[in-house]
């Protein structure tokens, strides 16, 4: 491996990950690309992977689909040198060579290291083939000095999350268990409690006195790829909304924590998630993409939403009464991860009619979750010149422009990273996994039915009737400003 180390960033022990489901989709894009920026950047010196999957491969067949994967979805320029070292450390057991063959690799990778060192498993499988995967290993016996990540979505419902934690727990102690949203590992979504609590201005307005409503809206273009298997199984819900969204949703809602550290995070967002109320299937509009089943390896009366847009509250003094709009789903018209704030509009305006006052909706706060991540705040101002009209002004801020956007880590690196150091910040817990299929029960026990919508569209048309009288902030009336350019 290149000589290169950054002290004081990565962990503390070399480290040899497992990596099951190591051929699969999310392995590809983000996993495999992800270890090999954070090998070649230092910050993870001599760490070996041993990739574990279905997939009858040797070592050489691995790193041929490694490559290739860094080639298709690494978003930096891959050195030669840099990928040589890297290609040393990849090892490749299948999945049908067991457990003693996965304890000798490992061992023998081991045994490269002259001192102490740790072991990192990460589950990157469908919900259904977690538990035999903890099972392998166990019967390895590489629970010693390990640590493992554990893929979203965690377990299907209540019942199956609940017995999941009951049979990892035999396997493993708590504080070796991370289970992963990697959209907490967004730098955007860190800055959200940065731009809380490192502040004095917003955050006494940031609750229901002052805010209308709230959408946290996270349309794809993208479609399912090679995942209908795991894609049916799951859905939008699940595979976005008791995940990802909600999270970021405790982020946005949470009270100020008594301090950075993961027990007071976590409670702080496990607070939001007892507070939720119920979900009720009225609010809630299911959709399914005109073409979704002919898709190969999709049923041809699959009822699974590739779409959802729905209504939720958080009951408490700061949240009462406040809705909070989400949506997400494949083959929609945008790819975008926003949030948007809007504010209450004043109580009467002494402003000519015809003068443009709210004309285009509320004050807005938006945030945009992009690696290169952007935030906005939208207000009404005088455009200049005689008479009195108001034009919707804004001002924002880019990540471009701080000159720092190359030091951005991608959301599963840094995560990764986190986890070999020990850090569960921001990571979920077993209490708020359980809490958020709890709240979903309602649904999930009468969904109801899907509604198709055109490839390319926003959607079904009933999500207007959803979120009315406001309307969906996306599309964009005015879009974001070119980074470093003047104009408003
Ligand atoms: C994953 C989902 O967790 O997140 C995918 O399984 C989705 O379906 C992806 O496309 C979106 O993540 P990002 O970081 O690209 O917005």
């Not at 496990?270 to 999709?298: A, C, H, W």
Request: proline letters at 6%.
């Amino acid at each position: 491996m290149v000589a290169k180390v950054l002290p004081g960033v990565g962990p503390q022990f070399p480290q040899v990950v497992v990596l099951v489901g190591a051929t699969g989709d999310l392995a590809r894009r983000k996993l495999l690309p992800g270890l090999f920026h954070l090998a070649s950047a230092g910050f993870i010196p001599g760490c070996r992977i041993i990739g574990v999957s279905l997939d009858e491969l040797d070592a050489e067949g691995f790193r041929k689909i490694a490559r290739d994967a860094l080639t298709e979805f690494s978003a930096r320029k891959v050195v030669d040198a840099d990928w040589a070292a890297f290609a040393e450390n990849l090892q490749y057991v299948p999945m049908a060579a067991g457990a003693a063959a996965l304890k000798a690799a490992v061992t023998a990778a081991e045994r490269e290291f002259k001192g102490e060192s740790l072991r990192l498993h990460y589950l990157s499988v469908p919900p259904n083939a977690a538990l035999s995967a903890v099972r392998l290993l166990g019967e390895a016996g590489l629970v010693d000095r390990s640590r493992i990540i554990m893929e979203k979505p965690f377990g299907t419902d209540l019942a199956s999350a609940v017995a999941l934690n009951a049979r990892l727990h035999e396997v493993f102690d708590e504080d070796r268990i991370f289970r992963i949203d990697h959209f907490l590992g967004k730098e955007a979504a860190q800055n959200i409690l940065a731009f809380r609590f490192a502040n004095g201005l917003f955050e006494p307005i940031w609750n229901r006195n002052f805010i209308d409503h709230v959408q946290i809206d996270v349309p794809e273009k993208l479609s399912l790829g090679k995942r209908a298997g795991f894609y049916e199984q799951t859905g939008a819900y699940r595979d976005m909304v008791v995940t990802h969204l909600f999270q970021i949703l405790g982020f946005m809602g949470m009270e100020a924590p008594t301090s950075l550290e993961p027990d007071p995070i976590s409670e702080e967002k496990n607070k939001v998630f007892r507070s939720m109320l119920p979900i009720k299937p009225s609010d809630v509009i299911r959709g399914q993409y005109t073409g979704y089943r002919t898709e190969e390896g999709v049923s041809s009366d699959s009822d699974t939403e590739t779409f959802i847009a729905l209504r939720c509250f958080i009951d408490n003094w700061r949240w009462a009464g406040v809705p909070f709009y989400l949506r997400t789903g494949k083959r929609l018209a945008q790819g975008q991860r926003i949030i948007s704030i809007a504010f209450k509009e004043p109580p009467k305006s002494m402003f000519p009619a015809g003068s443009g006052v709210s004309a285009q909706g509320p004050d807005h706060l938006t945030f945009d979750l992009a690696d290169a991540a952007k935030m906005s705040l939208s207000f009404y101002g005088k455009r200049p010149g005689p008479g009195m009209r108001l034009d919707k002004l804004s001002m924002q801020f880019a990540m471009h422009d701080t000159g720092h956007i190359g030091d951005v880590l991608e959301a599963y690196e840094r995560l990764i990273l986190d986890a070999m150091r020990g850090d569960h910040t921001l990571f979920t817990t077993a209490d708020g996994i359980e809490r958020l299929w709890e709240v979903s029960a309602t649904l999930m026990e009468a969904p109801p039915p899907v509604r198709f919508y055109d490839p390319g569209s926003w959607g079904p048309n009933a999500i207007h009737q959803l979120i009315a009288p406001h309307a969906w902030r996306l599309p964009f009336e005015r879009v974001w400003r070119a980074p470093n350019s003047v104009g408003s």
